[in-house]
């Protein structure tokens, strides 16, 4: 089960966002060959991932940045893009575009961190841009907790699309993420659980400042919790379509 699009239309262009999703590919691109030379791959990730033992010694503090923009494969970067589309042009929107850039920078930084407190002496490097992410999920929690979301759910062979409220899909991604964080060792690699769920409550706390000047509670009741314009409506379809 996983999201594909949501019927929450931006405004205006969502340059920042594009701009983002078209920077992750194109740094990806620039490594992909690493991949078949175990030795040159690890050189390139000890560089520029983010391996927290590292860092607290005083040495690669630039990684928190670039690490935002490596991913470990295509379905890293294929799941971490679309998220991004799905999320961020909305969350651009309300905050503008170079606020919207310094708060995913932000977030992105602030997941390393959680994930450095919670693994010190780690020396996996850590990639990906699932943190800062995770921050525009929160910020679309606090925004639009009503909007609605498509997800397409997939059990064996059958294959079906329903819409659900945004905060039960990032609730229930929250809970999957802070769960996975208690029951898994953040020194021994694999999903970094706890950088995915600092990043989405950073993501809410540094938009609280926007939600307040919108109206805070007030502007939820103006809305209940749904955008602040009519909603896309997209044809009746088994296959997904991710339209604007």
């Known amino acids: 089960m996983f999201p594909i699009r949501d019927h929450n239309p931006s405004g205006r262009t969502p340059y920042v966002t594009y701009a ?3 920077i992750n590919v194109v740094v990806f691109l620039s490594y992909v060959g690493l991949f078949a030379d175990d030795r040159a791959l690890n050189r390139f990730f000890f560089d520029y991932a983010a391996i927290p033992a590292r860092i607290l010694s005083g040495d690669g503090f630039s990684t928190l940045v670039t690490s935002m923009f490596l991913h470990g494969g295509w379905l890293h970067l294929g799941g ?4 991004l589309y799905i999320f961020g042009d909305n969350v651009e929107d309300e905050m ?10 932000a977030t992105g930084v602030a997941a390393s961190a959680i994930h450095i407190l919670s693994a010190p002496g780690s020396v996996v490097p850590v990639v990906g841009a699932s943190g800062a992410i995770a921050g525009v999920m929160g910020a679309y929690l606090l925004l639009f907790p009503k909007a609605r979301i498509d997800i397409l759910l997939i059990l064996i062979i059958i ?4 819409p659900i409220p945004a905060w039960i899909m990032l609730a229930l991604w929250f809970g999957m993420q802070f769960i996975g964080g208690v029951g898994s060792d953040p020194n021994a690699g694999g ?3 706890w950088a995915h769920a600092g990043g989405f409550v950073a993501g809410v706390i540094l938009t609280v400042p926007l939600w307040l000047r919108l109206g805070g509670p007030a502007f939820w009741r103006r809305t209940d919790g749904h955008p602040p314009h009519p909603q896309a409506r997209y044809a009746s379809s088994r296959i997904p379509k991710v339209r604007r």
């Open 20 to 22: 983002l999703m078209a």
């Open 159 to 162: 294959f079906r699309i329903f």
């Open 96 to 105: 503008g575009h170079a606020p919207f850039l310094g708060f995913y920078l």
């Open 191 to 193: 999903v970094a659980y």
């Open 80 to 83: 971490n893009m679309l998220f």
